[in-house]
């Protein structure tokens, strides 16, 4: 547990910078700033080691975990092609869509705040025209503490599969002004035989994609962003063992650095580097084990947010 506050860093970082509190060149404001994004950097897995210029590999760190459950909602179709600017959308079944919310056609996020029957009202931002029976998804808001998806697990038994949604249309043929739907309404191509995955959108919107049923349980589990401490009495979110060491000291070296103070910042960026590198290990060696003993791998090489 973080107990270590803002006030506890200041007074590390001042004095590893040699300065008095009240007549240094450097105010709370810029302190506050450079303990901050040191914090953030770490638990963002954005840490660059200068000697190598490479970002340190980070492990999953469960101190930032939290979980966040939304109720699935199958897609549904138009049931009449849109023009640009519409502010009434026919949709072949509405009945488990929010009553407001946002919707992901062909691309384009639109925002809706009614719903009556199956049409999805006072609509804005329709940016493209859309043709019949495209494929109409609501989107979920994200958490406002959200930093990265760890897991996605549907109806408690399927594990979604994280894709950057670049490619979302390629894999399933569809695009802008595009139907992927034979004249026969009954048959379509999003048929085919494609697992359900989600997507995240701009750090906003989380969309799944090929769920079967509505109403059933969509559990994801992510990484919280590091909390951004103002008052001095705020605490850090990286663990008293780790927090002294390793956030005050990499954002002394980053002003060290800066000022010239070459020799002494990289020793100060040598001794962080190496506790934070000791953080990731520990929790993800001690804390962060499956039913098999085996390191749980958190997805970070996907790319999902453009």
Known sequence: MATKTLDNLRTILYDL????????????TLVDMLLNNAQRNICAWSVTDLRTNKIIEKWPLPFLYSDKY???????????????????????NATDFATSGNLWINEDIVAYTWKSSNQLTWVTWIDFAHVWWARVAQLFDLPSDFQTSVRVIYNSQTTLIPRDYRNIYQQLDNYKGYTYANTDSSYDRFSQDIAPFYTIIQWVYFLPFQLNSSDKMLHMIYEKKATSMSSGSDTATIPDEYSESTIPVLAAAEVLYNRWEESRALELMWFAYWNIGSMYTYYANVNNEDLNNQRIETGKDMTLNI
């Open 70 to 92: 939304y109720s699935s909602v199958q897609d549904t179709y138009l049931d009449w092609a849109t023009t640009i600017w519409a502010t009434t959308l026919d949709v072949s």
């Open 17 to 28: 910078l040699k300065e008095e509190h009240n007549s240094s060149a450097y105010p709370y």
